[in-house]
Structure formats: C-alpha cells, structure tokens
C-alpha cells in the first residue's frame, strides 16, 4: 500500500545475528501497527503489534518500536534462529483510504546456521 | 474451531471465465476481508465487510465483487478473469475491525489465468 514502506527487501543474517526491519508510514493519523510472519507456502499470522500509546514493546526474542514523530516502526529480533526464517509484513490503517490496514511489500529473512 | 477456511486452494482459469471463491469463518467475526499478495507488493485489500449485508471496495476493487449474506460467508466472485490476476488470495477476519485486533487469515487460493 502507498501509506507504508518497507526495508530492506530481503535480509539475509547469521543464526545468532539481530535482524531489524523498518517501516515508514505517511499517515500521522496512524495508531496501530501489526507485524505479520509469513513462512513459505503459509498464511500470513499475527506476531506482534504496538498502539501509538507505547514505544516499545517486547515479547521474547522479539520486540517493535515505534516514532510516532518521524512516522517509522521498526522490528527487531534477537538471537535469530533458521525458524525465524520467513517474509515479514508490516501493516498500519490509513485513513486517506478509509482507514484501512495497508501492508508493506514484505521483508524475505533468511537465517543461515 | 476451523477458524478461517478457504475452497479452493489452487484454480486455474482461462482469460474470460467466472469464478468464485469460497470463504468461511466459525469465530463470529463481524469484520472479513479479501486481500491479494503479488511477489513484492505484500498484501493489498480488495474488499472488505463489516457486518452481513455490509461491503465497501479496499485499495483494488476492480474486477472483483463481494457479497455478505451471512456472518460467516464472504465469497469473492471474479466476473471475468484476467491474467492481471493471477495472485494468491487471502481472505480474513477478524472482530473489532483490522484496527483493533489481529486479522486471522485463511490458508489462501493460488489462482491461475491463463
């Protein structure tokens, strides 16, 4: 969707490494925002989301971070596993478009043992 | 619970041919929706319903129609395939509206037009 931009397109990391994923997001009116994992051939499921309330949010190896003035959520995961291995989805509602949930165009993660 | 099921899950059309894509759901949910995912362009919404009866158009509607008869149905009908749709189609729900609660996404259909 054009509310949102995510980098890098692909990330390709070292098992043990940190990935980090940014996203951009152009409406300021935007208050939530999901991560979404992807495993091949899979369904997209729910892995983390942060309310504009917060900063930050952590569960286990994985935690997102939010700027709400410079518009950008990052998400981070820490000692990565071959598991981890997957497309990311960041999403955020917009509300030029109705407010609804538009998604970046997927972060592909490769964790090499 | 099944959750979110979807029929079928691999179709091949020829350009010109109709079709439908079967949607359920057995959580209760008010709010489905229908999204297709191209290499690199993530997941863009192509309608949505916010209750039976209740549809609205998402980001790329063209091409696609929507019915919500019932709660747990949300069948994606496809009038006259093209191979610019060509994608695999995702339908989700979720209570609340997307805003306020994770989308449960079902286990998709690869569509193929030839």
């Known amino acids: 969707g054009e509310n949102v931009e995510q980098h890098p397109s692909t990330l390709s990391v070292q098992e043990g490494d940190s990935a980090v994923i940014k996203c951009t997001y152009s409406d300021s009116a935007s208050n939530y925002f999901p991560w979404y994992k992807q495993e091949l051939g899979k369904r997209p499921q729910l892995i983390i989301d942060?309310?504009?309330?917060?900063g930050e949010k952590k569960d286990q190896r994985i935690a997102v971070t939010l700027n709400k003035t410079a518009k950008h959520f990052s998400l981070h995961i820490t000692e990565t596993q071959p598991e981890d291995s997957a497309v990311y989805f960041c999403?955020?509602?917009?509300?030029?478009?109705?407010?609804?949930?538009?998604f970046g165009g997927g972060t592909r993660v490769l964790v090499k043992p | 619970n099944a959750g979110v099921t979807q029929t079928p899950k691999f179709q091949v059309l020829k350009t010109g041919q109709s079709m439908t894509l079967q949607c359920a759901q057995d959580m209760n949910h008010e709010y489905m929706s229908w999204y297709r995912q191209d290499p690199g362009m993530g997941l863009r919404l192509i309608h949505y319903s916010v209750g039976a009866g209740i549809t609205d158009q998402g980001e790329v509607p063209n091409g696609y129609n929507v019915s919500r008869s019932t709660t747990e149905d949300f069948p994606l009908r496809l009038l006259s395939a093209a191979p610019s749709q060509t994608s695999v189609y995702f339908c989700a729900s979720n209570t609340l509206g997307p805003l306020t609660s994770p989308l449960h996404f079902g286990n998709g259909t690869r569509l193929t037009v030839t």
């Open positions: 942060i309310r504009s309330n917060v």
């Open positions: 999403a955020a509602p917009w509300k030029a478009a109705g407010n609804k949930l538009t």
